[in-house]
């Protein structure tokens, strides 16, 4: 079965910082996508980023870049330069090629200070 | 273009009702997710429609609990007997396809129900 632990429970910085979340995942599948989705106050879920499991480079797409490494398992985003609306709980997840569902982390909380 | 918008945003309901919550997905998305957001458990994945077949239920947690999906559109989850555990954010999400590269979920609101 899939597993995706962020360890973070809870990150607070001060605006213009950068902000790095990470992610561990455990799959036996030889192929999968990992996501990256906020949750910000209002409560809905929306979509950031998605990775192939046979692509790893790195990307960046505004203040927002991650760092997809599979010898580690891992799958961390960064926020550069953070903003107070960036202030929301990030969920890494994992989903096999078909199908499929979402196996979510526990999220990581995220404030942002004036 | 429109989102995937739920029906009703909020439920409260008492023990022992059943409740049946709508899900309206993104024109022409045939994948359609529904899961629930508890404080307890997460965010957990229900059961996934690709049209009108629910190929993967395993994550209903009882036989109290039923989807069903007309149309390759709306979609209804239905709980019987409502329990206190039952109270959660139920969120729907639909996607373009199941698989490859459409395969990003989009979610709606969500449902919050709670149980008396």
């Known amino acids: 079965a899939q597993k995706v632990t962020q360890a973070q429970t809870e990150i607070s910085v001060v605006e213009k910082e950068d902000v790095t979340l990470d992610c561990v995942y455990e799959?036996?599948?030889?192929?999968?996508?990992l996501f990256w989705y906020k949750q910000p106050p209002s409560g809905e879920l929306v979509f950031l980023i998605r990775r192939n499991s046979f692509d790893e480079q790195n990307e960046i797409s505004g203040r927002y870049s991650w760092n997809f490494q599979k010898s580690t398992s891992s799958f961390n985003f960064t926020i550069t330069a953070s903003q107070v609306v960036d202030s929301a709980v990030y969920f890494c997840a994992h989903s096999k090629a078909a199908g499929n569902k979402l196996t979510f982390g526990g999220g990581t909380r995220v404030l942002v200070k004036p | 273009g429109a989102g995937v918008s739920q029906s009703p945003s909020n439920k409260v309901t008492e023990k022992g009702k059943d409740v049946e919550l709508r899900c309206d997905p993104i024109?022409?998305?045939?994948?359609l997710y529904w899961y629930r957001q508890s404080l307890g458990q997460g965010l957990e994945f229900l059961i996934y429609f690709q049209g009108n077949s629910a190929p993967d239920k395993s994550g209903l947690p009882s036989d109290r609990f039923s989807a069903e999906r007309t149309g390759g559109s709306v979609s209804t989850l239905t709980i019987q007997r409502t329990q206190q555990e039952d109270s959660a954010v139920y969120l729907c999400a639909s996607s373009r396809s199941g698989s490859g590269v459409y395969n990003e979920q989009f979610f709606g609101p969500g449902t919050r129900l709670t149980v008396l």
């Open positions: 799959t036996r599948d030889t192929t999968y996508y």
């Open positions: 024109s022409g998305h045939t994948a």
